[in-house]
C-alpha cells in the first residue's frame, strides 16, 4: 500500500500545478483587476464592475494612453506606484535593480513584471507555502486561511455527519420495505428534497425560521452570538449557543446529501439482499435483524462509508459560498468569492490552492477507507 500511496502524493504535484495554471491564465482575460479597484473608489466610482459594464457615468475622465481602464483622469505617475505596491511592476535603475522603494531616485523607473515570470515566483513561494498578503486586508494569506478555514469545516463536517445519521437507518428501511408504501411516498420526498436547490432552501429557511416574514427561533447570521453577549455564558451555553447557530446553515447544507445518499444506501442494500448467499441464510433460518446486519450490512455499506470523504468534499465545495454568504459565515468559501469580486489576486491563488489541496488529500482517504472497510480490495495490484 505504501508505493500506491506515494504515487498518488506525488500525483497531487502536477495536478496543483495544472489547477493554478488555468486559473492563473484566466485572471489575466478577466477585466479589472485590484488597481481598478482602487482607482474606481478613489474617482467616487464605488465598484469598478459598474464601469466595465456600463454602469457609470457616461462623461467621464480622460483616459491616459496605455493605462488601466480605471485609471482614467489619473497621473501615470500614481498608477506606477500602484502596480509597484501589488507587485506587478518593480523599480529598475540604470546600473540595475538597485531595491530602492521609491521612484524619486535619479534615474530610476518601474518596469512591469510580465505574466509568465510573476507566475513562477508566484509558484516558488507556494512550495514553501508562502501565500504573500493580502491586497486589502492586513493580514497574510495564510492568516487569512487559517482563520476562516475551521467555519467552512465545520460546516461540512456537521452537515456530512447527519446526512450520514440520517440516510443509512432510512435507506436500510427502504430497502426492506421495496415496493411498499413508505418506500414511495419517501422517495416522493427524497426527490423535492434533492431538485431544490441550495440556496433557495436556506433563504425559504430564513424567511420561514429567522425572522424574516414568520418565526423568530433562530438567528439570522453569524457562527455564535456577539463577543459581549458570548462572554458572560458558560460553556455549556456556549454549546447550545453554537449547535443553535448553526442549526439552519447545516439544514440547508445537508438537503442534497441527504437525498443523494439515502438512494444509495437503498440501491446497495436492494443489490445485496439479492445475492444467493442471503437466500441461503434465510434458508438456514435466521432471522431477518441477523441475516441484514450480520451478513449484509458490511458489504452493502462499503461504498456508502468509504464514500464519507468525498460527500464531505462536495458540501465543502459545493455549499460553502453560497451558505456562507447567506447566512453571514465569515469561512473559507465566503473570503474565496470576495477575493474574486474585489481581485485580491492572493487571497484567490491561496484559497484555490487550499480548496486543491483538501480535495485531493480527501481523495486519497477515500481510497484508503476501501481498503480498511475491505481488505480484499487492493490498489496495487490492480492493472493498469
Same mark, same amino acid.
Not at 37 to 55: C, H, K, M, P, R
Not at 276 to 288: F, I, Q, R
Not at 311 to 324: K, L
Not at 326 to 354: C, H, K, M, Q, W
Given at each position: 500500500?505504501?508505493?500506491?500511496?506515494?504515487?498518488?502524493?506525488?500525483?497531487?504535484?502536477?495536478?496543483?500545478?495544472?489547477?493554478?495554471?488555468?486559473?492563473?491564465?484566466?485572471?489575466?482575460?478577466?477585466?479589472?483587476?485590484?488597481?481598478?479597484?482602487?482607482?474606481?473608489?478613489?474617482?467616487?466610482?464605488?465598484?469598478?464592475?459598474?464601469?466595465?459594464?456600463?454602469?457609470?457615468?457616461?462623461?467621464?475622465?480622460?483616459?491616459?494612453?496605455?493605462?488601466?481602464?480605471?485609471?482614467?483622469?489619473?497621473?501615470?505617475?500614481?498608477?506606477?506606484?500602484?502596480?509597484?505596491?501589488?507587485?506587478?511592476?518593480?523599480?529598475?535603475?540604470?546600473?540595475?535593480?538597485?531595491?530602492?522603494?521609491?521612484?524619486?531616485?535619479?534615474?530610476?523607473?518601474?518596469?512591469?513584471i510580465p505574466a509568465v515570470e510573476r507566475f513562477f515566483l508566484m509558484l516558488w513561494d507556494y512550495m514553501r507555502f508562502d501565500f504573500g498578503d493580502s491586497f486589502f486586508h492586513s493580514e497574510s494569506v495564510m492568516e487569512?486561511?487559517?482563520?476562516?478555514?475551521?467555519?467552512?469545516?465545520?460546516?461540512?463536517?456537521?452537515?456530512?455527519?447527519?446526512?450520514?445519521?440520517?440516510?443509512?437507518?432510512?435507506?436500510?428501511?427502504?430497502?426492506?420495505?421495496?415496493?411498499?408504501?413508505?418506500?414511495?411516498?419517501?422517495?416522493?420526498?427524497?426527490?423535492? +428534497?434533492?431538485? /431544490?436547490?441550495?440556496?433557495? @432552501?436556506?433563504?425559504?429557511?430564513?424567511?420561514? &425560521?429567522? !425572522? =424574516? %416574514?414568520?418565526?423568530?427561533?433562530?438567528?439570522?447570521?453569524?457562527?455564535?452570538?456577539?463577543?459581549?453577549?458570548?462572554?458572560?455564558?458558560?460553556?455549556?451555553?456556549?454549546?447550545?449557543?453554537?449547535?443553535?447557530?448553526?442549526?439552519?446553515?447545516?439544514?440547508?447544507?445537508?438537503?442534497?446529501?441527504?437525498?443523494?445518499?439515502?438512494?444509495?444506501?437503498?440501491?446497495?442494500?436492494?443489490?445485496?439482499?439479492?445475492?444467493?448467499?442471503?437466500?441461503?441464510?434465510?434458508?438456514?433460518?435466521?432471522?431477518?435483524?441477523?441475516?441484514?446486519?450480520?451478513?449484509?450490512?458490511?458489504? +452493502?455499506?462499503? /461504498?456508502?462509508?468509504?464514500? @464519507?470523504?468525498?460527500?464531505?468534499?462536495?458540501? &465543502?465545495? !459545493? =455549499? %460553502?459560498?453560497?451558505?456562507?454568504?447567506?447566512?453571514?459565515?465569515?469561512?473559507?468559501?465566503?473570503?474565496?468569492?470576495?477575493?474574486?469580486?474585489?481581485?485580491?489576486?492572493?487571497?484567490?491563488?491561496?484559497?484555490?490552492?487550499?480548496?486543491?489541496?483538501?480535495?485531493?488529500?480527501?481523495?486519497?482517504?477515500?481510497?484508503?477507507?476501501?481498503?480498511?472497510?475491505?481488505p480484499r480490495i487492493d490498489f496495487e495490484t490492480r492493472e493498469t
Amino acid at each position: 500500500m505504501g508505493p500506491y500511496i506515494l504515487r498518488r502524493l506525488l500525483l497531487m504535484i502536477p495536478t496543483l500545478f495544472g489547477i493554478m495554471v488555468i486559473n492563473f491564465a484566466l485572471t489575466q482575460f478577466v477585466p479589472g483587476g485590484p488597481v481598478d479597484q482602487v482607482l474606481a473608489q478613489l474617482e467616487g466610482e464605488g465598484d469598478v464592475f459598474a464601469t466595465i459594464s456600463g454602469g457609470g457615468s457616461e462623461a467621464g475622465p480622460i483616459e491616459i494612453e496605455g493605462a488601466y481602464q480605471g485609471g482614467r483622469g489619473v497621473p501615470p505617475r500614481f498608477l506606477e506606484e500602484l502596480e509597484i505596491s501589488f507587485n506587478f511592476a518593480r523599480i529598475v535603475c540604470a546600473d540595475g535593480f538597485t531595491g530602492i522603494p521609491d521612484l524619486d531616485a535619479e534615474e530610476c523607473s518601474s518596469e512591469r513584471i510580465p505574466a509568465v515570470e510573476r507566475f513562477f515566483l508566484m509558484l516558488w513561494d507556494y512550495m514553501r507555502f508562502d501565500f504573500g498578503d493580502s491586497f486589502f486586508h492586513s493580514e497574510s494569506v495564510m492568516e487569512l486561511v487559517v482563520d476562516k478555514l475551521p467555519v467552512s469545516i465545520t460546516l461540512g463536517l456537521w452537515s456530512t455527519l447527519i446526512a450520514y445519521i440520517v440516510s443509512i437507518p432510512l435507506g436500510i428501511r427502504k430497502a426492506v420495505s421495496d415496493g411498499s408504501r413508505f418506500d414511495t411516498w419517501t422517495s416522493g420526498i427524497i426527490i423535492v +428534497a434533492y431538485a /431544490i436547490p441550495g440556496f433557495l @432552501f436556506a433563504i425559504l429557511l430564513l424567511v420561514l &425560521f429567522a !425572522g =424574516g %416574514s414568520y418565526w423568530q427561533i433562530f438567528p439570522l447570521r453569524g457562527l455564535t452570538s456577539p463577543s459581549d453577549v458570548w462572554a458572560t455564558l458558560t460553556w455549556w451555553e456556549r454549546i447550545l449557543d453554537y449547535f443553535w447557530h448553526i442549526a439552519l446553515p447545516v439544514v440547508a447544507s445537508t438537503i442534497s446529501a441527504f437525498a443523494t445518499l439515502t438512494l444509495l444506501t437503498k440501491n446497495s442494500f436492494l443489490d445485496e439482499i439479492k445475492k444467493h448467499y442471503v437466500m441461503t441464510a434465510k434458508a438456514k433460518g435466521l432471522a431477518e435483524n441477523r441475516v441484514l446486519y450480520g451478513h449484509v450490512f458490511r458489504n +452493502a455499506m462499503l /461504498i456508502v462509508i468509504a464514500g @464519507f470523504p468525498a460527500v464531505f468534499v462536495s458540501v &465543502f465545495f !459545493g =455549499g %460553502s459560498v453560497i451558505i456562507e454568504t447567506i447566512f453571514s459565515l465569515d469561512g473559507l468559501g465566503r473570503l474565496g468569492f470576495e477575493a474574486a469580486v474585489s481581485r485580491n489576486y492572493p487571497v484567490i491563488f491561496g484559497t484555490l490552492f487550499v480548496f486543491g489541496l483538501i480535495g485531493l488529500v480527501v481523495g486519497l482517504l477515500s481510497d484508503l477507507m476501501y481498503v480498511w472497510i475491505d481488505p480484499r480490495i487492493d490498489f496495487e495490484t490492480r492493472e493498469t
